[in-house]
């Protein structure tokens, strides 16, 4: 059954979504950056080239976020807003990783209510003093749109949290998909106003903007846009039960570059493009790339680091070395393991206090030695789910307290208030361990902050009497399930359900020699000062620049409606081509050649019975009793199949198994290749390939005369695609000394003699008519799939190295607009149909034919 996602976006949303005016509050018309657009009607462009609109003269980056990098508080005396710079915000501290010269536009929304009385003045004032756009979301909608869809349904599933039942999280709702879509819609109405396309780089953060790429790039074709995951992304069998999963892929899609922290999430959204989109992706020298529609979507895959500077300021605080002296004094003579966590459900909070419990149950002489001090930010998010989270995570605190705890001693501090950057800091620099025990996280910073403060500053050591020459030692257990665990290689790695397993890790992090922790965090810091937030901002933009690259080599179409709406690109010259404008040097030639595929080109893949319809029977028959045309079917497929599916055209010319038998009219015989007549290799290749058929639920032989295909469509997507590649190894190791190729095409790998393709085929009837007392000046030849483009390529060379004194047409199409050999397209097999059709009707059949009416009437019905 096809799912609703797949249906038009009428039935997404309702009526006005998408077509919501741009947002009233705009922004001043005098503003210093160049390329400024204004008063927009809609979103449509009028042709591919409307990009233009001005050119720059400054490098600029628009960074697109749900949060401004704003800090905001309303002055009780004066009543005025005041607003300073977050700090602490990854938005600001990338500015690092730009050039100097480099202008950069924050987009985004405050984290206060602003009065719509107040908006203009404010917008005025952020743009001027801190180059933010504010994006003023009503309060209904800013509800639904980031407590509702954003906290309630996307944020859970993307943490592979199920909605199994009511009282386990909130089942989809299409009003709160509704919300999303139109604040992703202000937030683009916001972009627009300030865009020059032609210079700008739109940079598009996290979970909640995911559609706001369709609507940039449906105003803008060529906009150079990128965009950043920073949370997890589940696996498919999570994210397909999402109702809207293929409105948010090709929202994705609709970026040039697409950003992961580490390769399980990549890998996981890639292997959803493929099952839900058919899409296949390939290394490109050493870039991960998905062809979509002629543009080559990127990954990449590069974790987010920390801003060193501002760490290692907050260090040299005083106040930060007053925390410390109190913290030493307050926990002398014990170990200190720090948690620093959001108070939500996946943080792994109350499994890490199980786990302090098991530690003392395993080793009682280390009770009153270890104090676990819990820093709990604020949370996030509201609901029953944090307020479950937090009930538990207190009952556990009180009870291992009431048990292992005394008069002087807790064996877990929880601090559940606002704490200061310095305090923090304090308890980083002096915990002897730090433990993220997060069930499911994206990134998670809190080891690499632990890394730099455990490192320390010369002027923190001087305040603490340490030496210079101090050996620095830190130790980690970390979950397996966090973003930042790949990179941290020296961490004790840990299952955070399997509660043994992290009590072990917490004893081994305790009782290690100081040698190990020592070259543990030298390693560890080695790799945080070399990747910090700065490198991975001019990681991902260096690799967005290269991605936009060939944005304006191309043509581009816009198609689809809705949130279903993309861009095709394509080469200058690539053209679809009309049936006015062939059939006029059809006319006017006197010998042809056409050259046609099958599948996918006269009969639809998609179609059960590969028998040709009434109309081909018609058209191939008035096109083939012209005296003036040679009619070649150019296919993969074996003779018989295709005597029997043709036998009704009695003049057409057959190459089956891609030229291996060659037969040009009904009446004639077979022509079988000189290549080759030894085809013993098939008592190799078929128990190889019967092996993997075997063992691939889904996959299928077909046995040729001078070929064997492993066939994997109906197999699963992974599995098929991972064993389609072990076959191809399989066989090329084995093969290697035998005649014969092994190629892989679209979800086949197929083996047949040296020699023997769609090119070569077309080379050889082609040079038999031009050899001819009568040689072509037409040459028309369409196809749809890779071993097409050999039979395009073999027409181009057998003409251009001809010595014929008038070069013929030439008009190679290919079905569907993607990248190809050819010079022209159409859209599928329909319009092929309509093509042959209106050169038919321009044909001159023998007078022993009968006309086109009376070969249509007699297929029908004869």
């Known amino acids: 059954m096809a799912s609703k996602s797949c249906t038009n976006l009428s039935e997404m949303v309702p009526d006005g979504i998408l077509e919501i005016s741009p947002t009233t509050t705009g922004l001043p018309r005098v503003i210093k950056a160049p390329g400024i657009v204004s008063n927009f009607d809609g979103y449509s462009s009028t042709d591919g080239d409307s990009d ?60 206060v209510e602003i009065d719509a009385s107040e908006q203009e003045e404010v917008a005025q004032k952020l743009l001027e003093e801190f180059n933010c756009v504010p994006t003023f979301l009503p309060h209904d909608l800013q509800k639904k749109f980031y407590l509702g869809f954003c906290k309630q349904q996307l944020w859970p599933l993307f943490h592979y949290m199920l909605p199994m039942c009511p009282d386990h999280g909130d089942r989809f709702d299409r009003s709160l998909w509704q919300a999303y879509v139109s604040a992703n819609k202000i937030f683009a109405d916001k972009v627009m106003e300030i865009i020059s396309p032609e210079d700008d780089y739109v940079w598009v953060h996290d979970y909640h903007l995911m559609v706001l790429p369709t609507f940039l790039r449906k105003r ?127 943080k792994g909070i109350s499994l890490k206090f199980l786990a302090l419990e098991q530690l003392f149950l395993q080793n009682s002489e280390i009770r009153g030695k270890v104090v676990l001090v819990q820093i709990v930010n604020p949370a996030r998010g509201s609901g029953k789910d944090v307020l479950e989270a ?6 556990t605190a009180k009870r291992i307290n009431e048990v292992y705890g005394s008069d002087n001693y807790e064996p877990i ?50 305040a603490m009497g340490l030496a210079e020459d101090t050996a620095r030692k830190s130790m980690l257990v970390v ?56 490198y991975w901002a001019r990681s991902f933009t260096q690799d967005l620049e290269r991605s936009c690259r060939d944005h304006y080599n191309k043509r581009c179409w816009g198609i689809g409606l809705g949130l279903g709406f993309r861009v095709v690109s394509l080469s200058p010259g690539f053209r679809k081509l009309v049936t006015d404008y062939i059939v006029s040097p059809y006319k006017r030639t006197k010998r042809r050649a056409i050259f046609l595929d099958y599948d996918g080109t006269l009969i639809p893949e998609t179609s059960i019975s590969k028998k040709p319809s009434p109309e081909v029977y018609a058209v191939l028959n008035a096109l083939s009793s012209d005296p003036k045309n040679t009619v070649f079917i150019v296919s993969g497929r074996g003779r018989g199949p295709l005597s029997d599916w043709l ?35 098939k008592n190799t290749v078929e128990p190889i390939m019967s092996l993997y058929k075997e063992a691939t639920d889904g996959s299928t032989i077909e046995y040729k005369e001078s070929a064997l295909v492993w066939h994997h469509q109906d197999a699963d997507p992974d599995f098929g695609s991972c064993q389609a590649k072990e076959l191809l190894d399989h066989l090329e190791s084995v093969l290697a000394n035998e005649p014969v190729i092994v190629s892989r095409g679209q979800h086949i790998v197929e083996v047949k003699p040296q020699g023997v393709s769609k090119g070569v085929a077309a080379e050889k009837v082609l040079s038999r008519i031009i050899n001819s007392d009568d040689p072509p000046d037409f040459v028309m030849c369409a196809g749809d799939d890779r071993s097409d483009e050999d039979m395009f390529e073999g027409i181009l060379s057998t003409i251009s190295s001809s010595s014929l004194q008038t070069m013929p047409e030439i008009f190679a199409c290919t079905v569907g607009r993607k990248p190809s050999k050819a010079k022209y397209f159409l859209d599928d097999v329909g319009d092929v149909i309509k093509i042959l059709q209106g050169l038919a009707n321009s044909s001159c059949p023998k007078s022993r034919s009968p006309s086109l009416a009376q070969i249509a009437f007699e297929s029908t019905f004869l």
């Open 479 to 534: 979950s397996e399930f966090i973003g930042c665990s790949p990179s941290l290689s020296g961490a004790i790695r840990v299952n955070p359900w399997d509660i043994d397993a992290v009590a072990d890790a917490l004893s081994l992090a305790l009782t290690m020699s100081d040698s190990e922790k020592q070259l543990r965090h030298e390693k560890h810091y080695k790799y945080v000062k070399s990747h910090d937030v700065a």
């Open 390 to 395: 937090k009930k538990e995570t207190y009952l």
């Open 220 to 346: 803008f074709y060529r906009v150079k846009l990128g965009f950043f995951l920073h949370s997890p992304f589940p696996s498919s069998e999570i994210y397909r039960t999402l109702p809207v999963r293929d409105e948010i892929l090709r929202g994705l899609l609709n970026c040039d570059l697409i950003g992961f922290h580490t390769f399980d999430y990549a890998r996981h959204f890639l292997s959803c493009c493929s099952r839900m989109l058919g899409l296949d992706y390939e290394s490109k020298r050493g870039h991960i790339g998905l062809d979509y529609f002629g543009r080559t979507v990127y990954i990449k895959i590069l974790p987010v680091g920390v801003h060193m500077g501002r760490l290692e300021s907050v260090l040299n605080f005083p106040s930060t070395f007053t925390k410390m002296r109190e913290i030493q004094e307050h926990f002398k003579g014990k170990k200190l393991i720090l948690g620093v966590d959001d108070m939500d459900i996946f």
């Open 647 to 681: 036998a009704p055209c009695e003049w057409v010319g057959i190459a089956a198994e891609h030229g291996y038998f060659i037969r040009w009219k009904k009446t004639d015989d077979w022509e079988t290749s000189s290549l080759t007549s030894d085809l013993d290799w």
């Open 413 to 462: 501090i929880l601090i559940d208030r606002h704490v200061p950057r310095y305090e923090k800091s304090a308890y980083y620099a002096l915990a002897e361990c730090c433990i993220v025990n997060a069930v499911r996280d994206g990134m998670n910073l809190v080891p690499y902050k632990y890394i730099v403060c455990r490192q320390g500053t010369p002027k923190m050591d001087e």
């Open 52 to 111: 233009a609109m001005s050119s720059g003269f400054c490098e600029r980056k628009i960074l697109v976020a749900n949060m401004l990098p704003i800090q905001a508080k309303k002055d009780p005396q004066t009543g005025k807003w005041c607003f300073s710079h977050d700090e602490d915000s990854i938005l600001l501290q990338m500015k690092d990783g730009f050039s100097s010269d480099t202008e950069i536009l924050y987009v985004g929304s405050l984290k």
